[in-house]
T-cell receptor, first 111, second 116 residues
Framework: GQQLNQSPQSMFIQEGEDVSMNCTSS?????WLWYKQEPGEGPVLLIA?????ELTSNGRLTAQFGITRKDSFLNISASIPSDVGIYFC???????????FGKGMKLTVNP | NAGVTQTPKFQVLKTGQSMTLQCAQD?????MSWYRQDPGMGLRLIHY???????DQGEVPNGYNVSRSTTEDFPLRLLSAAPSQTSVYFC???????????????FGEGSRLTVL
């Protein structure tokens, strides 16, 4: 079964608020990826992390690769209505080509 | 550049019918995979391939077959559809991650399948 625990499962926030979500695993991963999916579309990559402790930003998004290599988090600052969607974490173990996904976090932003 | 193309986008089947979901990519990616997405379950890996002639099972392979005769194409076959296979199916491809751990997955737009 799935090996990534993603939380929270959903969030309802007001425009302008910050959002945090995280992903944990009992296994060590050497790659963490964060994706966003909008209705009717496939997931699109937001941020890729390849090194323990790495902190990477993409506009209002910031993600970190946990130093234990078993977790990662994503922050969205100053949310806007177009941030709505489902956010997925995904991880890849060393020596494996497979990408494992969390169950997703559904974000709703109220204008 | 088309990226990952899936067909059909929508399909309705009766229980027991067979069909093939097509997936093609034009990025010369070695790695291709199929996921299914169900409410509350996220994306679950069905089958994957690391190159032409090589396929392997993911988390939920039962009821599905795949083949990889070319680098570009990775069709998913349902031999005898069941209502439990009602889902949205995504094909995705990437370069091989290898020891570097890289290899960002690119997704198609999805195929919505309903089995009655």
């Amino acid at each position: 079964g799935q090996q990534l625990n993603q939380s929270p499962q959903s969030m309802f926030i007001q425009e302008g608020e910050d959002v945090s979500m995280n992903c944990t695993s009992s296994s060590i991963f050497n790659t963490w990826l964060w994706y966003k999916q909008e209705p009717g579309e496939g997931p699109v990559l937001l941020i890729a992390l390849y090194k323990a402790g790495e902190l990477t930003s993409n506009g209002r998004l910031t993600a970190q690769f946990g130093i234990t290599r078993k977790d990662s988090f994503l922050n969205i600052s100053a949310s806007i209505p177009s941030d709505v969607g489902i956010y997925f974490c995904a991880g890849r173990k060393g020596g494996s080509e497979k990408l494992v996904f969390g169950k997703g976090m559904k974000l709703t932003v109220n204008p | 550049n088309a990226g990952v193309t899936q067909t059909p986008k929508f399909q309705v089947l009766k229980t027991g019918q067979s069909m093939t979901l097509q997936c093609a990519q034009d990025m010369n990616h070695e790695y291709m995979s199929w996921y299914r997405q169900d409410p509350g379950m996220g994306l679950r890996l069905i089958h994957y391939s690391v190159g032409a002639g090589i396929t392997d099972q993911g988390e939920v392979p039962n009821g599905y077959n795949v083949s990889r005769s070319t680098t570009e194409d990775f069709p998913l076959r349902l031999l005898s559809a069941a209502p439990s296979q009602t889902s949205v199916y995504f094909c995705a491809s990437s370069q091989l991650a290898g020891g570097r751990g890289t290899g960002e997955l690119f997704f198609g737009e999805g195929s919505r399948l309903t089995v009655l």
